[in-house]
């Protein structure tokens, strides 16, 4: 077994969506960056890749790409999925965290689960997605932006 550790933050701006886990949860505000700017799929795409030992998703998918600009980062993650295939993995399970004051995310946890899921070819069960405040404290309680965090582990086919 392999283990791998994610971490992404990204600022709140205004005029963009905000996208999480592969869905569009309501919120005045969005996520800026070069793709979509999901963090919890940017950090659960880190996960996997430092599990593997391959790097982070800047050196698969660098920023300086136009290929990748405004991209669904739920194209990257299948694509990270399918990396790790490639080189004689499968993802044995994924627990992840996202950190933001506002918008609450409970309502739209599942459907990130099953996004992640479908997306890996993994049984739902597979997958945990998390949400917590930071109690006003921080960027993150400041509104400024949202982080999240994920673990995963791998196994050899």
């Known amino acids: 077994m392999r283990i791998g550790f994610g971490y992404d933050v990204h600022r709140l701006c205004e005029n963009r969506k905000l996208i999480l886990g592969g869905v569009d949860v309501p919120h005045t505000l969005g996520l800026m960056g070069h793709s979509d700017a999901d963090v ?56 992840s965290t996202v950190a933001a004051q506002k918008p609450k995310l409970a309502p739209y946890i599942e459907k990130m689960r099953k996004n992640i899921a479908d997306c890996l070819g993994v049984d739902v069960d597979a997958v945990s997605v998390k949400a917590t405040t930071t109690e006003k404290l921080g960027f993150e309680g400041r509104e400024e932006g949202i982080s999240a965090y994920a673990v995963c582990t791998i196994l050899p086919k």
């Open 40 to 95: 919890l799929i940017h950090a659960v795409m880190d996960a996997l890749l430092g599990a593997a030992a391959l790097g982070d998703i800047g050196k698969l998918f660098p920023d300086s790409d136009e290929a990748f600009k405004d991209i669904d980062s739920m194209i990257l993650l299948k694509k990270v999925g399918e990396v790790l295939s490639e080189k004689g993995y499968v993802v044995n399970n994924i627990d």
